[in-house]
Nanobody, 118 residues
Framework: VQFVESGGGLVQPGGSLRLSCAASGIVFSGNTMGWYRQAPGKQRELVAKITSGGSSTNYADSVKGRFTISRDNAKNTVYLQMNSLKPEDTAVYSC????????????WGQGTQVTVSS
């Protein structure tokens, strides 16, 4: 199992970023996928998830209306479009398969750092 996240960076408040996560070693099209984030000193939290076929999505209240999760099963890739970014969105973002709100796999990618600061 391998997850490779990319697309993070430093952005000003109100800016946008698009994250990508390429998965391998799993039956990608058969799994609900999610984006998690972990800020310094805080627990990892699920911010968005999308069902296997992409027909249903769910978001944490803190990102609802600003973030959009999508997937391309042909590319084994899940995306997170982040708009209207806030300093409190600063965290390392990672992806994993999801069951309920729990990550399916114990192995994580390196994540991608998102820093929102002026």
């Amino acid at each position: 199992v391998q997850f490779v996240e990319s697309g993070g960076g430093l952005v000003q408040p109100g800016g946008s970023l698009r994250l990508s996560c390429a998965a391998s070693g799993i039956v990608f099209s058969g799994n609900t996928m999610g984006w998690y984030r972990q800020a310094p000193g805080k627990q990892r939290e699920l911010v968005a998830k999308i069902t296997s076929g992409g027909s249903s999505t769910n978001y944490a209240d803190s990102v609802k209306g600003r973030f959009t999760i999508s997937r391309d099963n042909a590319k084994n890739t899940v995306y997170l479009q982040m708009n209207s970014l806030k300093p409190e969105d600063t965290a390392v973002y990672s992806c994993n398969a999801v069951r309920g709100d729990l990550a399916v796999f114990g192995s994580w990618g390196q994540g991608t750092q998102v820093t929102v600061s002026s």
